[in-house]
């Protein structure tokens, strides 16, 4: 019998999908983007409305013909890809290579992987949606023309093999420009008052100084030690009275459901998930896990959006739920309603969990540390968005001073409502106020004054960038994981303390751009061109329209740029020791260094530092700098290495010792030494009851370990979660490393079973031959990307692809 072909994207759907669907469908996956613009040309016709020129991608081949193959066999195509721009693309695409084989091709879209909702989609086909293929099509075509135009300029005058792009050199200008505004920021003194008062009822209080003769110290603070010392002795001599005291009941309404941006912001906050990271959490999440005997089961809704809208049929379990778990004072008077942004793209709901019965501790057993985790902020935050507003009691208390006023302020939680979904317990951060009344003298039990200096502009995080992005309207919430990657493989940004700090090579390239093109640079020009774009998906403007009023305006910049662009010379002030020529930043394999302006005929080089205001320090080696650190593990001095994400701190021990150490310098140049993360914690020790935390072991691997060590010496090797694919083996590959320190993966059943990969092992199958393992690899040719590690098979995921 003739089956219809369902054509997914990836290949972890198919399992799913097959499993509720029956022997009714064939399941076959695109594995990603099938066709793209050429790799080594620009592959689109400037002449002629730029029109694209697509070909099949390298390593393909195989994927396009089994496809084929199989829509020739079957009665109807339904192509699945994700419900967004790029899935639409990916469909767009699968469709041009097999219409010859089967023109009977319907598009179905689907929020969630679940019975239900394929079910639903396979009964109402659409046809392809040409706007919001054309959006994409523009997207990439002017990402392509930026890329492709601009960067061998940049090659020519800055450094070879660097890029630009629309998107991303605009996000490295916002860094960029955050770090000069550090730079130039002059900091400035101020003291500090608080005072510890206690009135006739406990419990004693603390108040912060808050006006001087009616102003308000924020914007009028005390500048130095003589104005301290003048203030603090009026105090010593004044009553502290009780002026005002203000208290009302205040409630906190719950936020909303996740969207794309939102997760990976708190993602980052909470977790300390990269962006990247956490969209590649979540899709494993949304493709579906293995839960026992519910077999492979989606746990979230699709991960890519900008919406906040949930389905009624949601909204009633997640009701039915808080009713049953907390009681009816848990569950508004009202179903709390959320409005999304008005650039949202109302497609799909926000991200929330498939069924919410699964809550994180019924699906704890079955799933890697990471995606419990982060199902567990999906399901919190999803929860709690349809609870009940939590109460405060806000206390405020004036007290007076002589011609000073000083504020306390108290906060209890009468009802947790929303918090309680948050594992949030009614006395946590509660600030007790006494009972005080008006015009009571307090005893002062201590007075103190600090001296405080204000700070500069604090470098943006992962989160704070991304919320920047969003409000700024750079890019979109689906892209923002990318943008910040390629950002860091670019090495135009490095994290130091978590946040991004410009290099040398990210501020050259930022004010290169900006100074030859203005325009593309500008925030303003880039969000309406995302405004643009989404006028393309909603068929309010022509996609060529839109890239001939861009070349309008790119083309003769560009043109300037080619013959105004000069070779970029960072100016040092610094002058060579050996002829006397200033001495500028240049550009190597392992970063960057000093070098004569005079070169070829001046060779000399000099390893440099920046201190904290930007200013750059000539040290002869980063290796004979004395640190003033010693190793924590040997005691042996620690010395300046450099790799290619910045200078850390590395044990002269080494190879014996291989502890490192991040560091940041202060003012005037010195080593400070950052102290290391606390341990991720893992699980409970089954010998004693303690934390099991990660460690490393001398060779470089990861194991768990007890952390009540030495007392209890309970260890086991580090899992990815990943079945030995050895037949008839219960194992599982675990991480090790070999005596010269490098890492492997091998069966956790050695010496029974002797499995080992070089590669960090992925779940497969493989689509070309099945088998059950892929790695993941980083090469110079294809950088990160999927692999079968079977000899024979070529099978290759590019990470753009994936």
């Known amino acids: 019998m003739t089956k219809d072909l369902i054509i997914v994207e990836s290949p972890a759907k198919v399992k799913t999908i097959s499993k509720f669907l029956g022997k009714d ?27 694209p020129r697509y070909q099949v991608i390298n390593g393909k081949e195989d994927v396009v013909k089994r496809l084929q193959k199989a829509a020739k066999k079957a009665k109807h195509v339904f192509l699945a890809p994700d419900p967004d721009r790029e899935g639409e693309a990916i469909a767009w695409h699968v469709a041009e290579l097999i219409r010859k084989q089967n023109p009977n091709v319907s598009r179905i879209q689907f929020n969630e992987i679940t019975a239900r909702a394929v079910k639903e989609a396979l009964e109402h086909p659409k046809d392809l949606n040409g706007n919001l293929f054309d959006s994409q099509q523009a997207r990439r075509i002017l990402d392509r023309l930026v890329g492709y135009k601009i960067s061998p300029i940049l ?32 900091p400035e003194e101020y003291w500090l008052f608080k005072a510890r008062l206690a009135g006739a009822n406990p419990p004693p209080f603390q108040a912060d100084l808050w006006k001087i003769s009616g102003k308000a110290v924020k914007s009028h603070p005390v500048r130095n030690a003589e104005q301290a010392e ?20 205040r409630k906190k309404r719950a936020l909303p459901p996740y969207i794309t941006s939102t997760l990976q912001q708190d993602a980052n906050r909470r977790l300390g998930y990269s962006a990247r990271r956490t969209m590649g959490v979540a899709q494993r999440l949304y493709e579906g896990v293995e839960l026992g005997d519910k077999g492979v089961t989606a746990l979230i809704t699709y991960m890519r959006t900008d919406s906040v809208r949930i389905a009624k049929d949601a909204r009633d379990q997640a009701k039915d739920i808080i009713l049953q778990r907390w009681g009816k004072e848990y569950y508004p008077a009202k179903p709390n309603a959320f409005k999304s ?29 990471e995606q419990y985790k982060l199902y567990t902020l999906i399901w919190q935050r999803f929860m709690s968005s349809q609870m009940a507003p939590a109460v405060f009691k806000d206390t405020v208390v004036t007290v007076k001073a002589g011609s000073t006023l000083w504020r306390a302020k108290g906060e209890r939680l009468l009802f947790p409502g929303h918090l309680q979904a948050m594992g949030r317990t009614g006395q946590e951060q509660a600030v007790e106020m006494p009972k005080l009344a ?24 992962e989160a704070s960038l991304v919320k920047e992005l969003e409000e700024k309207g750079i890019g979109r919430p689906s892209t923002y994981a990318s943008i910040i990657s390629t950002l860091r493989d670019r090495d135009y940004v490095r994290m130091e303390e978590k946040r991004f700090a410009p290099t040398e090579l990210g501020f050259l390239v930022s004010d290169q751009l900006s100074q030859h093109f203005t325009e593309l640079m500008d925030v303003e020009f880039t969000a309406n061109m995302e405004n643009q774009l989404d006028d393309v998906a909603l068929g309010n403007q022509n996609w060529t329209d839109l890239l001939n009023g861009f070349a309008g305006g790119f083309y003769p910049t560009l043109e300037k740029a080619r013959t105004g662009m000069a070779k970029a010379v960072m100016d040092t002030g610094i002058k060579c020791e050996n002829c006397g020529k200033p001495m500028v930043v240049k550009f190597g ?22 201190d904290e205001r930007g200013e750059i320090k000539v040290v002869d080696s980063l290796e004979d700098e004395d640190t003033g650190v010693t190793c924590d593990k040997c005691g042996k001095p620690m010395v300046v290495k450099s790799s290619r994400r910045g200078e850390f701190l590395g044990c002269s021990g080494y190879p014996d010792c291989r502890n490192i150490l991040n560091f940041k310098r202060d003012d005037d140049g010195k080593i400070v030494p950052l102290a290391q993360e606390e341990p991720e914690v893992v699980g409970k020790c089954p010998d004693c009851g303690h934390d099991l935390i990660i460690k490393r072991a001398r060779t470089g691997s990861r194991f768990i370990a007890c952390s009540n060590y030495p007392k209890c010496k309970h260890t086991a090797p580090y899992s990815t979660g990943v079945p030995c694919p050895n037949e008839g083996c219960d194992g599982e590959l675990v991480e090790r490393s070999s005596r010269s320190g490098k890492i492997f993966y091998s069966c956790s059943r050695y010496p029974k079973c002797d499995y080992a990969l070089w590669n960090y092992p992925l779940p497969g199958p493989c689509p070309e031959c099945g088998h059950p393992v892929l790695v993941q690899k980083r090469t110079k040719a294809k950088g990160d990307h999927v692999a079968c590690p079977q000899k024979g098979c070529g099978y290759v995921l590019l990470q753009e692809e994936s």
């Open 25 to 51: 469908y064939l399941v076959e996956a695109s594995v990603g983007h099938v066709r793209d613009l050429p790799t080594k040309e620009l592959g689109v016709d400037e002449d002629n409305g730029f029109a």
């Open 155 to 186: 090659w020519k005058n800055v450094k070879r093999g660097i890029s630009a792009g629309r998107v991303q050199s605009v996000a490295l200008k916002i860094i960029v420009e955050r770090e000069k505004a550090r730079r130039a920021f002059k």
């Open 230 to 249: 003048k203030l603090d002795a009026q105090l010593r001599q004044s009553p502290f009275l009780v002026d005002k005291v203000e208290e009302k009941e």
């Open 341 to 369: 942004k008005g650039s949202a793209q109302d497609a799909h709901e926000a991200v929330r969990p498939v069924d919410a019965s699964l809550d994180p501790e019924t699906v704890r057993p079955f799933l890697p540390d």
């Open 438 to 461: 008006q015009g009571e003298e307090l005893a002062v039990q201590e007075l103190t004054k600090e001296q405080k200096f204000t700070q500069p502009p604090a470098r943006y995080s």
């Open 589 to 610: 394999r392992t970063g960057e260094f000093l070098g004569c302006s005079g070169y070829p005929d001046c060779k000399t080089i000099k390893n440099f530092v920046r």
